[in-house]
T-cell receptor, first 117, second 113 residues
Framework: GAVVSQHPSWVICKSGTSVKIECRSL??????MFWYRQFPKQSLMLMATSNEGSKATYEQGVEKDKFLINHASLTLSTLTVTSAHPEDSSFYIC?????????????FGPGTRLTVL | QQQVKQSPQSLIVQKGGISIINCAYE??????FPWYQQFPGKGPALLIA?????SEKKEGRFTISFNKSAKQFSLHIMDSQPGDSATYFC????????????FGSGTRLSIRP
């Protein structure tokens, strides 16, 4: 099956610093990538949808200046958490959807655990 | 109208028993209903999915039952095994468009040996 990778798998940073998380579709091209946030024992919350070569669409309540998303190629999207604070600590999951593909061609990455001290 | 309601929140089943998780949706435009399995510290993985043109889909020990008129669907895990212990999310979306997937709140399943 299609593989989506995330890097790093976990990161610890100090409050006030910025952290970049990469999401890659390893064996397929993804025009659309999605970024989710998951708190312990909760469901996935969609943060934003990114389309290759265009600006990301953020969900209501998500600060676009804090969570910068770049989708520069058909296989790579990045999420940068700027000026991170302890409340940004969470599990961040990306998913990638096959270019032009239906819903069952959306594959999820393994997640990145962010801890802000 | 975008919500997907899932129950129960947690479930404990004896090994060999049947695990049943229920979901309900509101938006009749949804036409793709996947179930995801998530282990601790991992991303969700597609387990099984159904389209509304059928009332049941079975893959191995996993079966989805779908009731279009009631706007409900459920996951049945037969002969539940300790390795099935995970969190299960039902979801709904539109199959052919780039619509976002709407997730249920999740069910933490624990299979007792």
């Amino acid at each position: 099956g299609a593989v989506v990778s995330q890097h790093p798998s976990w990161v610890i940073c100090k409050s006030g610093t910025s952290v970049k998380i990469e999401c890659r579709s390893l064996d397929f091209q993804a025009t659309t990538m999605f970024w989710y946030r998951q708190f312990p024992k909760q469901s996935l919350m969609l943060m934003a949808t990114s389309n290759e070569g265009s600006k990301a669409t953020y969900e209501q309540g998500v600060e676009k200046d804090k969570f910068l998303i770049n989708h520069a190629s058909l296989t790579l999207s990045t999420l940068t958490v700027t000026s991170a604070h302890p409340e940004d600590s969470s599990f961040y999951i990306c998913s990638a959807r096959l270019a032009g593909g239906p819903a069952d061609t959306q594959y999820f990455g393994p997640g990145t655990r962010l801890t802000v001290l | 109208q975008q919500q997907v309601k899932q129950s129960p929140q947690s479930l404990i089943v004896q090994k060999g028993g049947i695990s049943i998780i229920n979901c309900a949706y509101e938006n009749t435009a949804f036409d793709y209903f996947p179930w995801y399995q998530q282990f601790p510290g991992k991303g969700p993985a597609l387990l099984i999915a159904i389209r509304p043109d059928v009332s049941e889909k079975k893959e191995g020990r996993f079966t989805i039952s779908f009731n279009k008129s009631a706007k409900q669907f459920s996951l049945h895990i037969m002969d539940s095994q300790p390795g099935d212990s995970a969190t299960y999310f039902c979801a709904a979306t539109r199959y052919s468009s780039a619509s976002k997937i709407i997730f249920g709140s999740g069910t933490r399943l624990s299979i007792r040996p």
